[in-house]
């Protein structure tokens, strides 16, 4: 009985850290955006070339990624196709669905562990089910398919039998965000027809080409793994994180390369798993995007998108 009692509370401060992947797990209820008498100018891909922002994997330091939403709406910046991994499929579905980033960033600290972690799992396949968290982000969506969301969305899984990436196109978009945020060991893979998936970061940590295969003819990509590496990682959960990085460190650099736009935080001093500096992450995010706007509005205008207020 007291081994059991022991395995149990080490896996339960294990999964205190996992469940950060609830990082922007937010309330949709009342959220809407702030309108002011001096509207931005808009740059829409809607009505012209396909405009694709992608959102990499970086488990806390997908943080980041609510910062550069925050910027892109102070920009009015519309995109029409919205592509991501892991972390970045889970910030990236919610702004898709109408969530904004004041909402995210607002919701972000109220999740509770208990809303997406679930220990009971018969199998040795991962800690969580997964279970959980899939029943939450239901909640939260209304079980709304990704046909039904205001932007167009694309998650990126990994085919864990095959190894081959998945396209969550359409479908239970609570399901997309699970299977491409189930990482291996800490969850168990996501199941739907008898078929498995597992974190989407393990093929495609910054989807670029997957976005331009999908139409997009400019591509604004955010990748929030370019710091350094935590050269000494403690505990289970930091071991499984610091080998996605190393895993993943040359084949994001590579899809990053391929976009039109690279929006890369300093995210120097925050590893992984540092779920405590979502508000530091969120900042860095945002500067980032911020300091690259003015470039990023001349480019899109110079490719025919269009510029209203």
């Not at 990482?183 to 393990?202: H, M, Q, S, T």
């Amino acid at each position: 009985m007291n081994t059991h009692n022991s395995k149990s509370f080490s896996r339960r401060q294990l999964i205190s850290k996992a469940s950060a992947l609830g990082l922007v797990v937010a309330s949709s209820v009342n959220t809407l955006a702030q309108t002011t008498s001096n509207k931005p100018k808009k740059v829409s891909g809607k009505g012209s070339p396909n405009l694709a922002i992608v959102f990499g994997s970086g488990s806390a330091k997908g943080f980041a990624h609510i910062g550069v939403i925050k910027a892109f709406e102070e920009a009015g910046i519309e995109p029409n196709l919205i592509v991501g991994t892991s972390a970045g499929a889970l910030v990236g579905g919610f702004w898709a669905s109408g969530l904004t980033a004041a909402a995210m960033e607002d919701y972000a600290s109220k999740v509770k562990e208990a809303d997406i972690v679930d220990l009971g799992s018969n199998t040795k396949r991962g800690i969580v089910s997964g279970d959980t968290f899939q029943n939450y982000l239901n909640t939260l969506t209304k079980k709304r398919t990704i046909e039904q969301l205001n932007t167009r969305f694309t998650a990126v899984a990994t085919t864990f039998k095959t190894g081959e990436p998945y396209l969550f196109s359409d479908g239970d978009l609570a399901f997309a965000i699970r299977a491409s945020c189930s990482i291996p060991g800490v969850f168990n893979p996501a199941k739907i027809n008898g078929i498995e998936y597992v974190d989407g970061g393990l093929v495609s940590p910054v989807p670029v080409k997957i976005a331009k295969d999908l139409g997009a003819n400019f591509v604004i990509a955010v990748d929030v793994n370019r710091a350094p590496l935590n050269a000494q990682p403690v505990g289970i959960f930091e071991q499984i994180m610091h080998s996605f990085d190393v895993m993943g460190r040359s084949l994001a650099k590579l899809e990053a390369a391929q976009a039109d736009i690279l929006i890369q935080p300093n995210m120097s001093g925050i590893a992984g798993t540092d779920f405590n500096s979502r508000n530091q992450a969120i900042q860095l995010g945002y500067v980032a995007a911020k300091r690259l706007m003015p470039v990023i509005i001349d480019k899109l205008v110079s490719r025919g998108f269009k510029v209203s207020t």
